[in-house]
């Protein structure tokens, strides 16, 4: 399993070199969640993807279509894509299509980690809501309050987020620490928290489904 995030280990055991190989190529905000759903997969590779991405929605089609001119010569057809649209407005579909490559279902990681009728039931419940995944809380400050600003200009708060009335933490794990991560970003924003631990949804069965059929 090759990585290009540092703070995720490959297996000990490698697969033979003779082994048929896949890949996936993920979202940078996955990279933990992909090793935990990939561990002990045979033939499965992983690569991520700049998790600041997340910020530039429209600079993921031209990343993804550079890893795959990248991936082609040694995997041909056996890629999986581990992004929804996540805000490219169909680009990532139309990029994917025309190069026969299958991605994550859904909008964003929040409805294929909660699942699609559940993220719907959540957004008719309450439309202002801020969703946090484990990644978004983990980098709270970095991507969110320092990302946007907040902390240099404590107006902006308002600017982003005066619609919002609750955050909700899709949580994936059970971690105690990233829960109170989760629970000082809704204080910070000044808006009511709930966690839903959901895990990794059809993250999980949408990698072992390709892994299935090409690994």
């Known amino acids: 399993m090759r990585w290009s995030?540092?703070?995720?280990?490959?297996?000990?055991?490698?697969?033979?070199?003779?082994?048929?190989?896949?890949?996936?190529?993920?979202?940078?905000?996955?990279?933990?969640e992909l090793a935990e759903v990939t561990r002990g997969l045979p033939g499965v590779d992983v690569t991520c993807l700049r998790p600041d991405l997340?910020?530039?929605?429209?600079?993921?089609?031209?990343?993804?279509?550079?890893?795959?001119?990248?991936?082609?010569?040694?995997?041909?057809?056996?890629?999986?894509?581990?992004?929804?649209?996540?805000?490219?407005?169909?680009?990532?579909?139309?990029l994917l299509e025309a190069e026969g490559i299958e991605r994550l279902p859904g909008a964003h990681c929040y409805e294929f980690y909660a699942g699609a009728a559940a993220f719907a039931r959540l957004a008719e419940?309450?439309?202002?809501?801020?969703?946090?995944?484990?990644?978004?809380?983990?980098?709270?400050?970095?991507?969110?309050?320092?990302?946007?600003?907040?902390?240099?200009?404590?107006?902006?708060?308002?600017?982003?987020?005066?619609?919002?009335?609750?955050?909700?933490h899709l949580a994936q794990s059970e971690d105690a620490s990233i829960l109170a991560q989760a629970t000082d970003a809704a204080d910070r924003l000044g808006l009511a928290f709930e966690h839903r631990h959901v895990g990794l949804g059809d993250l999980r069965t949408s990698i072992l489904a390709f892994a299935g059929t090409h690994a």
Do not use: K
């Open 54 to 94: 997340h910020n530039r929605p429209e600079r993921i089609a031209a990343a993804v279509r550079e890893a795959i001119a990248a991936a082609r010569p040694v995997y041909g057809d056996r890629i999986f894509v581990a992004y929804a649209d996540c805000g490219t407005g169909g680009g990532l579909d139309r």
């Open 5 to 32: 995030q540092s703070d995720v280990r490959p297996p000990e055991a490698p697969v033979p070199a003779a082994t048929p190989r896949a890949l996936v190529i993920g979202c940078g905000a996955l990279a933990r």
């Open 125 to 168: 419940e309450e439309p202002g809501t801020f969703y946090l995944t484990d990644f978004l809380a983990r980098n709270f400050e970095r991507l969110v309050w320092r990302g946007l600003g907040i902390d240099r200009h404590p107006e902006f708060r308002a600017v982003y987020f005066g619609n919002y009335r609750r955050v909700v």
